[in-house]
């Protein structure tokens, strides 16, 4: 290659960094003004009823958010993960109520608080209430409005209080002609005081999942619409805000979003602003996420653009692409598509569908603040915590500040708050006039033991919290007790902060009672409403470790008053005896300190788990329920070490005859520990012993890779175990872990199930693999087994598929390697070419299997996928373009052969030497039920009887022959009538 082409390559390279980092300025694309229609105040003799009907409201104008499979990060846990919940106590809501019941689908749940009112509005109808709750206009249709508004019902309503002009507005659009209908109270008071309306025309284009944002020169509005030229079409709609406040034609102005990808759906935000002090004109922000799981994005980040209208010549407006805040700026890699962008996604209890997480969407409202020395907006957006597992939900936030007026935005703080396995997602989060902050969220788990049905709680954070974290114990508005019938949710939930105060925070949000939508209203508060409230949040030291006599004790102390406070009276009890000493330092308000006591405390009885009680007893304190605490502290063994994780090797295509064994091992013990002894074993073979040579901290991993490698080069499945061998070891019962893995001789990598092909749900037996992730068009699911019992020779298999098949083109076919090749032939295929017609609908197929069907583990093979595309769906090694491969095991026994024949004809008895005396006692038979082991010498004398149980693939006994003589023995397996004699020699 000659220098030439180099040059030409260093050029091409230049030009491209260049171009990227250019910022793109658009002009508007559309103008339109509109006239106001007077509305008188709304009165009960023209209220016209809400529909009463079930009514699929204006399903989204969106394709799938299209993925590049394998493409994006993190591939593991989403680095901002808060994983536990916040411990800083929090009240209930001091007001919660039902707003509507509906079957509208979705809801589309909006309110806002004014000083005296709250206006809620959902599909599509609204009602009005006072501040305490009381119905002052009953539920009735948006035509009820009047003007602009009469007759229309199209749907997708949003209301919104401008604080800096005391009025409410409610929108919703027509499509007679397309447009947007709003209306602006003439007043304070949306009941009685009338409305101003206007219908602002968009131009031939329905402006889907609208949402409307406060600014000082304008009404902004966002949509959905024109996914694939959302660079060059309307999409950003400005009203001239000026003017609907006193009721005078208006202007109407709608930009592109120049540079942005989109990849189907989308949903960007304006920043709402809110609060005493209006922003300056212009420079209005625009904001939207970008995954790089997306063609065309290269690292995750948040967008922002600036709008700027001239009201007096609208062509010279302009839409700026003004930041790119990534990985530089702050912005932790996030997975904001699930499912590989399809909207069925997130798994509730009962017989519901599941839900869709409401992905790619800015969730309502942005919401912009203005303090001494700063701006603030928050924000948020659902995420999968971890792609590589099964979805899981959680809320993506942040805090973004501004330094001056003129100044670039950048990332105070972010998070992403998935404290458990639950599934958190239509967040709306709001900063107060303290910088307190508030996120109202929906929780919902599948789980069998723990079911959540869709239900409505709030968290938050204190200003002089640790960044990045929800410090505030969830709290619960309201628990659903029924699925949600459909997958459509929301398409939003809205939370706003009371104007009249600054501080008090108002969630609307729905949930379930059998068909009906529920929306829920609270209101709640972080900011204190006492002077005087000291307790204690933590307990932080000493934490479970090998503990001695004398221990200090650590508390965080939090003030939850308004006040500072000093010379704190603080104390703890422990076994029966009370220590009490005085924090002198000074707590502000809504902040919190550690505080150790001077006297030391007795740990020291290894093993022992001690309860520690501590309180606080600030004098006059106004609130004692957050005084004390309890916290068990564990005295750990100094010695407990284990395996945790087999990490290597995994199923892949023609395993070699040397691979290495590499484990995660695990320090559970109180001291830090070196030189483990560590084993690993391939099936039942001998054990290979080697020595862990580097240290583990207490409750540290580490991964260790054996010196010596293991054969898997025959076609099949292995059993893989390995342990640890500390002298001394506390617990044993965590000391070892066992896997699966396959050596096959091909392994279909490479299909596309972004649009929801192949198997999403697979139950036969024992096993039940539900929410199954879209990859890379495989899986390994050869460590879920199940007994086929032959004897029976009658099994049920139920499968699902995401995809919504229009004809007979979703289909599966199944094998079993009844010979353990590690191929499937067709002669092994169990189901071929079975029709898979509606998404998240489960199908069950009963089978059987021919009657000398080998017993023991064999490996089983599912493919599904879209045979109207490339790639043969009954090849078991073809890469279909649209499907999945799935690999599991099955266990074959026969519950008509009696115990005879099991271990007289179909058992071998082995006797592994494992040198120093130690031997192996195996029996590889697929029957179950406990057996005896006896040992003998040649003498006839019993050395040794004792149960031994089936582990999985036979029955084992490790044997310690170092007491023993030099000589013959004899071991046996069985019951008392029947078993297997093997002869074996002590050197």
């Known amino acids: 290659m000659n220098k030439n082409f180099y040059l030409l390559l260093l050029f091409c390279f230049y030009f491209q960094i260049n171009s990227f980092a250019q910022k793109d300025i658009a002009k508007p694309v559309f103008r339109d003004s509109a006239q106001a229609i007077f509305s008188s105040s709304i009165s009960e003799s023209r209220l016209v009823p809400p529909k009463d009907e079930h009514k699929l409201y204006n399903p989204r104008n969106r394709g799938i958010n299209k993925v590049i499979p394998g493409k994006g990060y993190p591939k593991g846990i989403d680095p901002a993960l808060q994983s536990k919940k916040g411990a800083v106590p929090s009240r209930l809501p001091s007001l919660s109520f039902d707003g509507v019941t509906t079957r509208s689908t979705p809801s589309d749940p909006t309110g806002v608080a004014g000083l005296n009112h709250y206006l809620n509005a959902w599909n599509s109808a609204f009602s009005i209430y006072d501040k305490e709750g009381n119905i002052l206009m009953q539920p009735a249709s948006l035509a009820s409005i009047g003007g602009e508004f009469e007759g229309e019902t199209l749907g997708d309503p949003i209301v919104v209080y401008d604080q800096f002009a005391d009025r409410f507005l409610i929108s919703q659009f027509s499509d007679t002609p397309d447009s947007f209908l709003i209306a602006v109270s003439k007043g304070p008071d949306p009941v009685n005081d009338g409305w101003y309306t206007y219908r602002f025309s968009t131009n031939d284009v329905l402006p889907d ?237 599948d789980s069998p033991a723990t079911p959540i049905f869709p239900s409505i709680r709030y968290t938050g954070r204190y200003s002089g919290d640790q960044l990045g974290i929800m410090t505030l114990e969830e709290q619960s508005i309201v628990e659903g007790n ?209 020595i862990y040579p580097g240290s583990i901290p207490v409750g540290e991993k580490a991964v260790f890779s054996f010196q010596q490698t293991t054969d898997l080069s025959g076609n099949g499945r292995y059993r893989i175990s390995s342990g640890t061998a500390l002298e001394d070891d506390f617990d044993p019962t965590n000391d070892t872990e066992q896997i699966s893995v396959a050596s096959l001789n091909c392994i279909p990598e490479g299909s596309n199930c972004s649009f929801g092909d192949g198997i999403s749900y697979f139950q036969l037996g024992d096993i039940l693999n539900e929410r199954i992730p879209c990859s890379d068009g495989y899986n390994d699911y050869i460590g879920f087994s199940t007994n086929l019992d032959r004897a029976q020779n009658n099994y049920t298999l139920t499968v699902q598929t995401f995809f919504d098949a229009d004809e007979e083109e979703e289909k599966f076919s199944m094998w079993i390697d009844l010979d353990d090749n590690g191929s499937f032939e067709s002669d092994e295929r169990i189901f071929t070419d079975i029709p898979l017609l509606n998404p998240s609908t489960s199908y069950s197929y009963d089978f059987s299997l021919p009657e000398d069907a080998p017993l023991g583990q064999h490996l089983l093979r599912i493919r599904a996928g879209d045979t109207s595309y490339d790639g043969d769906l009954n090849s078991p090694c073809s890469v279909m373009e649209y499907g999945t491969t799935h690999d599991y095991s099955v266990n074959i026994i026969d519950s008509d052969l009696d115990i005879e024949d099991f271990i007289l004809n179909e058992a071998e008895l082995l006797v592994l030497d494992e040198n120093n005396d130690q031997y192996r006692v195996v029996l590889e038979t697929s029957y179950n039920e406990p057996l005896r082991i006896t040992v003998h010498n040649v003498l006839g004398q019993k050395m040794l009887e004792n149960k031994v149980e089936n582990s999985q693939d036979g029955y084992v006994y490790d044997l310690d022959m170092s007491y023993a003589a030099r000589g013959v023995y004899l071991v046996r397996i069985g019951t008392r009538k029947v078993g297997k004699v093997k002869r074996f020699i002590v050197k």
């Open 209 to 445: 999942y609208p949402k409307i944002s406060v600014w000082s020169d304008g009404y902004y509005i966002t949509t959905n619409k024109s996914s694939n030229t959302a660079d060059e079409s309307q999409v950003i709609y400005v009203m001239e805000r000026d003017k609907m406040l006193v009721g005078e034609t208006a202007q109407f102005v709608s930009f592109p979003l120049p540079g942005i990808e989109t990849n189907g759906f989308y949903s960007p935000a304006g920043f709402n602003a809110m609060g005493d002090n209006m922003p300056p004109r212009g420079n209005a922000p625009i904001i939207y996420l970008q995954d790089d799981a997306w063609a065309g994005v290269p690292e995750d980040h948040l967008k922002i653009w600036l709008v700027n209208v001239d009201w007096e010549d609208l062509s010279n407006s302009t839409i700026e692409e003004s930041q790119e805040l990534g990985s530089a700026s702050g912005v932790s890699p996030f997975t904001a598509t699930f499912d590989g962008g399809s909207f069925s996604n997130l798994a509730q209890p009962g017989n519901g569908p599941d839900i869709d997480a409401l992905q790619a969407t800015m969730m309502y409202m942005t919401q912009y603040r203005r303090f001494v020395d700063h701006n603030s907006v928050v924000m948020n957006f659902v995420v999968d915590v971890d792609p590589t597992q099964a979805e899981h939900a959680g809320i993506r936030w942040y805090e973004l500040r501004q330094y001056n007026d003129s100044g670039e935005w950048s990332v105070y703080q972010e998070g992403t708050y998935a404290p458990d396995k639950s599934d958190r997602f239509s967040g709306s989060i709001g900063i107060d006039d303290q910088g307190n902050i508030g996120l109202g969220f929906t929780i919902l788990d």
């Open 482 to 690: 029924s699925p949600n019938p459909s997958t459509r949710y929301g398409d939003y939930a809205h939370l706003t902060v009371d104007p009249l105060d600054g501080l008090t925070f108002w969630h609307n949000a729905e949930y379930f009672e059998g068909n009906n939508r529920i929306n829920r209203i609270a209101k709640f508060k972080l900011a204190p409403d006492v002077t005087a409230d000291v307790g204690i949040t933590e307990i932080s030291a000493p934490i479970d470790a090998s503990l001695g006599e004398n221990e200090r004790i650590t508390v965080t102390l939090r003030n939850f008053g308004a006040n500072s406070q000093s010379d704190i009276p603080v104390s703890y009890t422990l076994n029966g005896q009370t220590v009490t000493e005085i924090f002198s330092d000074r707590i502000e308000g809504s902040s919190s300190k550690e505080f150790t006591f001077s006297e030391t405390a007795d740990f020291s009885e290894t093993g022992r788990r001690y309860e520690v009680f501590a309180r606080t007893s600030l004098e006059g304190d106004q609130n004692s329920e957050n005084d004390t605490i309890t916290r068990f502290i564990r005295n750990l063994p100094p010695k407990d070490v284990g395996v945790t994780d087999i990490n290597a090797p995994v199923t892949r295509e023609n395993l070699g005859n040397s691979e290495r064994i590499t484990v995660t091992i695990e320090n559970f013990g109180g001291e830090e520990q070196s030189n483990i002894p560590i084993w690993f074993q391939k099936g039942n073979n001998n054990r290979i012993e080697e």
